[in-house]
């Protein structure tokens, strides 16, 4: 089965690619391309001109998508006859943390969540209880996608104003989705975490030394830890970002799906040879 390509249009004109995935859609000319506006999602756009075919799996690969604007962009594209090799159900399975928590929690920190629809009454007191059941006295929260990075960042002291965390990620961020997310603290090492892609069932790594070093424990766990994962999930196309805490233990931070994930610590050449894999597999799961 081949492949192609979405990216989204610039915001400044529809007729080019945004500049931060130009790179990228410049350096896949080998695979059919096509563009979107994701502000609009009303049509796929052919930059190249050229036929396409209507076997063709197609990979966005561009900003984060919420729920319903990845769904419009899976009809769009069944409206022409294909495919997204990531459903939108698929999709969540990885984008959205509580989706896949449950089955990996023994690799990473302890994790305690909440939806909308559970804080729409008495939200302040539900958290509260959520917060006082977690140990120690610093919690990461976050929405179900993403940390916040602006602002205070993403760290809260047990007993602070929760509403004014809650405030201060939507003046970001614009609105939560999902939910929050409250993780226990913990201290990591210093530049140890490392992003891997599952792609076509096969893991891909940046870390070429660790095939060839095995007495480079710290790294060497974290690459066990990684296949490991990769056997509890069947996806498509995602991302694992490992890392080590100051004991130099591996600890899963998050999985997330490939296509709206940065290539973080990857040469970007490197990051492309992911697509040469001859024959996909699509199958449904977690």
Not at 7 to 22: G, H, L, R, W, Y
Not at 163 to 180: A, P
Not at 216 to 224: C, E, K, Q, R, S
Request: glycine share 6%; net charge negative; aromatic share 10%.
């Amino acid at each position: 089965m081949k492949i192609g390509f979405i990216f989204p249009t610039s915001p400044f004109n529809s007729k080019e690619i945004d500049d931060d995935f130009k790179e990228q859609y410049e350096l896949l000319n080998q695979f059919p391309r096509l563009a979107v506006d994701i502000d609009e999602m009303t049509k796929l756009i052919n930059l190249d001109k050229k036929e396409l075919n209507s076997e063709t799996l197609w990979i966005y690969r561009g900003w984060m998508l919420q729920k319903g604007q990845y769904q419009k962009l899976n009809h769009l594209v069944e409206k022409m006859n294909g495919r997204l090799l990531t459903s939108p159900e698929q999709y969540l399975n990885a984008h959205h943390l509580p989706n896949w928590i449950d089955s990996l929690q023994e690799y990473s920190m302890p994790t305690k969540f909440i939806s909308l629809d559970d804080m729409q009454e008495n939200s302040v007191q539900k958290i509260n209880s959520i917060l006082n059941g977690m140990k120690g006295d610093r919690v990461m929260v976050k929405d179900y996608v993403k940390s916040l990075k602006t602002g205070s960042g993403n760290i809260i002291q047990k007993g602070d104003d929760i509403s004014q965390k809650i405030n201060e990620m939507i003046h970001f961020k614009g609105s939560l989705e999902g939910g929050l997310v409250f993780r226990q603290y913990i201290d990591l090492a210093p530049h140890s975490e490392h992003r891997f892609f599952v792609f076509n069932q096969q893991l891909h790594s940046s870390l070429s030394d660790l095939s060839i070093d095995p007495l480079n424990l710290p790294l060497t766990g974290i690459l066990a830890m990684a296949y490991q994962i990769k056997e509890k999930i069947n996806l498509p196309f995602y991302s694992i970002d490992i890392a080590l805490t100051k004991n130099l233990k591996p600890v899963l931070i998050e999985i997330g799906d490939g296509q709206v994930s940065d290539y973080v610590g990857w040469d970007i050449h490197n990051f492309i040879q992911i697509f040469q894999t001859k024959t996909l597999q699509n199958k449904k799961g977690i």
